[in-house]
């Protein structure tokens, strides 16, 4: 599953919200040890028989469970059924179904055999029941912001820009809320799915499409089947309007379910995914070893991805029209990622909870190997790089890898699992090297295959294939917390010729790491490489050199993950930005040089950055140029103006011109109007809110005339901003229209404050109503998990700010109906 966490930035107001949610209260106290799931009963087949109910958004279903117990003989199966009414349970016997007796109580079905089975002895329980999961209510997590399994899209048909879909989240055990089944990771089954649906939709299940049945009621019976096993959680079900774009890897089936105005743009979303499976095969050494991958995108899903075995669901956000993708694919490190849970996640599978690592910091290193092999190192790299930031910001130092306590399984989640689980592989592979690696992984798929794992199989499988006992590293990284925080001091002794390097382990509390790392010696272009363990408190290292080294290196590969502190000096950073070179390496040069502005040698460096190879590098020194002083100005002005005409990037053309709008130049005005009516939003986003700095009845007319055309992203923002700004009342529909046709996104949080602005203008009763209702709904359809950062800002902020407003302005209606619409406990002091 790829979390995709609501970002918002509230900047105006003090607030920075960097997409995680508020931290929860302290629930430590319910924290309890979660032992692996004990396998009473093993399931082995399932079939479902679903139809759906779209009046009431319920699914009538019948489900034959084959299962068997695991060791010990049994006279007793419990199920996880969440919310259901259980019309019927019986054993089949045959043709016949023998009516069991059961106790239900809203959560588990526990059911009272037909005799003792014994261990390996196979049987089949029937179960009619009708599923409810509007009505049920389970947590979600940061990752998933609801866990109610089965969702009803629009199912009358009453949002008209709506379309009607089903579609099915398990993680983490939620299938048991639309199929009884042991909602458990550490359960596999086969199993057989029968939808009956409207003949207008299309299908996908797990699976091969077997066949396809009309019935005379102008409904269609769609038939999937999964040979090879998978756990529940995995299960998916997906119907809709869908377009389907076929491809194929190796004569293997994979398609792209899309709305149908994005078809033609699927290939362009997706299109990879071929060279992904080639490429994923090749480095595990296991060909895909599904029947089939395909892709859906599902509106209003509730987190970012989730990698149901052959059938990954996206959210609809992956849907870029075709200017979107001129900026690139926005979505494509959700597509490896997902990909690559079909082998760690799917093919073997995290045996509880606890040991999440196993999928997901898999996953999330995937997309820096994918990066790596399709872009270059740079951009593996710097994949690697924000990964790593976001775990480090997250405040997470306290929690282990592999986490046995905790309060909620929805809690592990979070960006240990995700961003530091990868880079802890990332530092795993640096160590054993990528030969070692890539064939402890494939060892360790292969015994796995179809069956669930912790992760001591891991180490394992790196043990077999190394020859090396690694129990320090797992008791490190995967059973410990945290992080060594680095202060690194290099000194020269021209009396000894020996280079000196301190290495300090300054984290708090008693914990040390043990770190080996390489120390390069640089004088000139000549490298000299030393590998060292830093394992104390404080370690010093003496290293012979003739004359002092132009550069001192720690950490050379740029591998750990660690804070640092380092005590280079600005022509240290240069001489490691030109020789070292690493997309790393020539970030601390440029982040170090940004912070020295005021040097002019710094700022005659950033000319060469702004010219780096790598479009990141340069968007970085971009954004961070202090353009307010003139040395700076003078120097570079010249520089970001070639960037703004010629950069072959899009995003570093837009963020060019972005800064040149800052200058607020007349003589930009025609490059300005010009890259209005570039290909790429964020290209005519920038240039059109740069075009409003230096000629606003000029900006005005093309923000109008674009109002019209279809746009996103900065150029949606940028032209609904410019007309807010205008104070016109006449633009209220077109303003409100392009508000509400938002979705739950950062651009839609970004408007709040000019949305506020314009109704704080008006005195029509009719359009300060429809855009409180507007702000209302928005508010309250955030996730439960952001609302205590948010709701301070749209309440406490802009609600009660337009109350008192309006109060002052003698417009009581307005006042009383804003006020309305804040929480009690908001409207205190009115």
């Known amino acids: 599953m790829k979390k995709l966490l609501l970002i918002l930035v509230l900047a105006a107001h003090g607030y920075l919200l960097m997409g995680q949610p508020a931290a929860p209260k302290d629930t430590s106290w319910k924290k309890e040890f979660r032992e692996t799931a004990t396998r009473i009963n093993d399931l082995v087949h399932t079939k479902i028989d679903a139809k759906f109910d779209y009046d009431h958004s319920y699914m009538n279903g019948k489900v034959w469970i084959t299962l068997k117990p695991h060791f010990y003989s049994t006279d007793s199966l419990t199920l996880d059924a969440k919310g259901m009414d259980i019309h019927k349970v019986a054993m089949v016997k045959g043709t016949a179904l023998n009516e069991l007796k059961y106790k239900y109580d809203g959560w588990q079905l526990r059911i009272t055999l037909d005799k003792k089975y014994k261990g390996g002895q196979e049987y089949t329980v029937y179960i009619d029941y009708t599923a409810k999961p509007n009505e049920v209510e389970v947590k979600g997590s940061a990752a998933i912001n609801d866990a109610k399994g089965l969702y009803f899209i629009n199912p009358k048909g009453e949002e008209k820009d709506k379309p009607t879909q089903i579609w099915t989240q398990g993680e983490t055990e939620a299938t048991s809320v639309w199929c009884p089944t042991i909602d458990k990771p550490n359960q ?43 756990a529940p959680y995995l299960f998916f079900m997906g119907v809709g309007d869908y377009a389907v774009i076929k491809d194929s890897w190796k004569g293997k089936e994979v398609s792209y379910y899309v709305e149908k105005e994005y078809a033609p743009v699927a290939r362009k979303i997706f299109g990879l995914t071929p060279e992904m499976i080639g490429f994923y095969s090749k480095i595990t050494g296991i060909d895909y070893p599904w029947v089939k991958y395909s ?45 690559f849970h079909q082998w760690f996640g799917d093919y073997v599978t995290t045996e509880s909870w606890s040991n999440i690592t196993l999928n997901e910091s898999f996953a999330n290193y995937s997309e820096t190997l994918w990066d ?14 924000n990964d790593m930031q976001g775990y480090l910001g997250s405040g997470s130092g306290k929690k282990d890898l592999v986490r046995f306590y905790y309060s909620d399984k929805e809690d592990v989640f979070d960006a240990v699992s995700y961003n530091k689980g990868g880079r802890i592989l990332h530092m795993l592979r640096n160590y054993v ?3 070692a690696f890539f064939a402890a992984l494939h060892l360790y798929l292969t015994t796995n295959k179809f069956k669930s794992a912790e992760a001591q199989n891991l180490r394992l499988a790196f043990e077999e294939v190394t020859g090396r006992d690694l129990n320090w590293y797992w008791n490190q990284w995967y059973y410990g917390s945290g992080n060594p925080n680095l202060d690194i001091d290099y000194s020269y002794n021209d009396a000894t010729k020996k280079e000196r390097v301190i290495v300090n382990q300054t984290q708090s509390g008693d914990k040390l790491f043990k770190l080996p790392v390489a120390v390069d010696i640089y004088n000139g272009a000549s490298k000299t490489r030393y590998n060292v363990w830093a394992n104390n408190k404080s370690d010093t290292f003496y290293f012979d050199a003739a004359q002092k080294p132009d550069l001192v290196n720690f950490d050379g590969d740029k591998i750990v ?14 001489h490691q930005y030109k020789y070292a070179g690493s997309y790393l390496d020539r970030r601390e ?38 353009l307010k002083k003139d040395n700076v100005k003078k120097e570079l002005e010249p520089v970001i103006l070639d960037l703004a005409k010629n950069d072959p990037k899009r995003p570093v053309r837009g963020a060019a011109i972005a800064r040149l709008g800052q200058f607020k130049n007349p003589a930009y005005a025609s490059l300005f109007k010009s890259a209005v009516n570039d290909s790429s939003y964020t290209v005519s986003g920038n240039a059109l809110e740069a075009l409003a700095g230096v000629d606003s009845v000029a900006a005005l007319n093309e923000a109008k005339r674009m109002a019209s055309q279809p746009s996103k992203g900065k150029l949606f923002s940028t032209i609904t901003s410019i007309i807010i700004e205008s104070g016109d009342e006449s633009s209220a529909d077109l303003i409100l229209n392009r508000f509400e046709k938002m979705g739950l996104s950062q651009a839609k949080f970004n408007l709040l404050q000019s949305i506020g602005e314009f109704l704080g203008k008006t005195s029509n009763m009719d359009i300060v109503k429809r855009g409180i209702d507007d702000i209302v709904a928005f508010r309250d359809a955030i996730p439960e998990a952001f609302k205590g950062q948010t709701d301070p800002f749209i309440n406490g902020v802009l609600l009660k700010g337009l109350v008192t407003k309006k109060t002052q302005a003698g417009l009581k209606d307005q006042a009383d109906y804003i006020k309305s619409k804040l929480p009690e406990e908001d409207k205190k002091g009115f």
């Open 372 to 385: 790596e092999y399709k872009y270059g190192k740079d951009a593996g790299d710097a994949q690697n790089f």
């Open 561 to 574: 993950l660690c804070t640092k502190k380092e005590n280079k000096t600005l022509d240290e950073y240069i």
């Open 295 to 339: 892709q859906i995108t599902g509106r209003d899903y509730v987190s970012g991805a989730m990698e149901n075995t052959t059938a990954t669901l996206h959210s609809d956000a992956a849907q870029q029209d075709a200017r979107q993708l001129t900026d690139g694919n926005g979505w494509e490190s959700v597509v490896a990622h997902e990909l």
């Open 433 to 435: 090297g990528d030969s």
């Open 188 to 230: 596999k089954t086969t199993d057989e799915i029968y939808m009956t649906v409207p003949a207008k939709y299309v299908t996908l299940s797990n699976g091969k499409l077997v066949s396809q049945t009309k019935n005379a009621d102008g409904t269609r019976t769609d038939y999937w089947k999964m040979d090879l096993p998978h």
């Open 589 to 626: 040069a440029i982040d170090f040089a940004l912070k020295n502005q005021g040097d002019s040698k710094a700022v005659d460096f950033l000319q060469l950055a702004l010219k780096d190879k790598y479009d990141g590098l340069r968007n970085l020194a971009l954004s961070r140029l202090d």
